[in-house]
């Protein structure tokens, strides 16, 4: 009788232990079988593309930033050298304006950050000469600014050339001098018919205004106050009693129009600009 109890024990142990053995050979095979902890899932959220580069784009932006303030300002001095009217001078300013924000932009802590300070001012003056002739664009020659100038020769030259200084946006900066004793930069434009001072040069100059003039600009008809000018003298030439525009106060430059160089045929070469007496 206890052999048979002892054996109805072990048989109770043997399916119990069966009955464990088999839980656990089974259970991992009905894990297996749900969906929600399949293992290709986790690539694509442990792949993370910005763990790799996530120390650089901070340069690599600024550097961007800068190249593309360059472009600009090269699409800007391409069109000023054969800008012709309002419309391109316009967008030789918008040019420029896109790469003097651009270059604003710029991390101040980033190595780009010193670059884009040297460069900075220049772009911001030759914005400021882009909008000087897109707004004041002397193509045509000024209402009531008529000129009693005479232009001669301070020698028998026939040919002279003047040094340019520099170029902005195109057009070339030369000195020229204003009764013998007052040596003033100015842009030597083409396509202005008439001489237009800055406000600052006429102070200097005590010129006073006798009269005003019109010229019609991209925002209406502008006027101007107008004033007599003694001597210009650039290189060997010179033109005498000459009535000259005044600017507005912002204008970093004045312009050098064809009433002061009428009697020469000019050619503006890479470093110097070549009068050639008619």
């Known amino acids: 009788m206890n052999q048979d109890r002892s054996r109805v024990r072990n048989y109770h142990h043997i399916i119990i232990l069966l009955t464990l053995l088999n839980t656990a050979c089974t259970a991992p095979k009905d894990i297996a079988s749900q969906p929600q902890v399949t293992q290709p899932d986790l690539p694509a959220q442990v792949v993370v593309p910005t763990s790799k580069i996530s120390p650089q784009p901070v340069s690599q932006n600024n550097e961007q930033l800068y190249q593309a303030a360059l472009t600009k300002a090269d699409a800007a001095r391409t069109i ?16 420029l304006q896109g790469s003097v924000e651009i270059l604003k932009s710029i991390d101040p802590t980033s190595p780009q950050s010193n670059l884009a300070a040297k460069i900075l001012p220049e772009y911001e ?29 301070s020698s028998s030259l026939d040919i002279f050339t003047i040094p340019i200084q520099k170029k902005l946006g195109g ?24 001489t237009l001072l800055t406000a600052a040069v006429a102070t200097q100059l005590q010129i006073q205004p006798s009269g005003t003039a019109q010229a019609k600009t991209a925002n209406g008809t502008v006027n101007f106050q107008v004033g007599n000018v003694d001597k210009i003298r ?45």
């Open 80 to 95: 000023s050298q054969s800008a012709a009217s309002k419309d391109d001078w316009m967008l030789v300013a918008n040019s």
């Open 234 to 278: 650039f290189g060997a030439g010179e033109v005498k009693n000459i009535r000259v525009a005044i600017g507005q106060n912002d204008l970093p430059y004045g312009l050098l129009g064809h009433d002061v160089y009428d009697g020469y045929d000019i050619t503006i070469k890479e470093s110097s600009i070549e009068f050639r007496k008619r």
């Open 171 to 194: 057009v070339p900066l030369i000195e020229v001098t204003f009764n013998d004793n007052h040596q003033v930069q100015m842009l030597l434009d083409t396509g202005a018919s008439n």
């Open 125 to 153: 003056q030759q914005l400021a000469i882009a909008r000087q002739k897109a707004d004041t664009f002397l193509s045509k020659p000024v209402q009531n600014l008529a000129s009693t100038s005479q232009v001669t020769s």
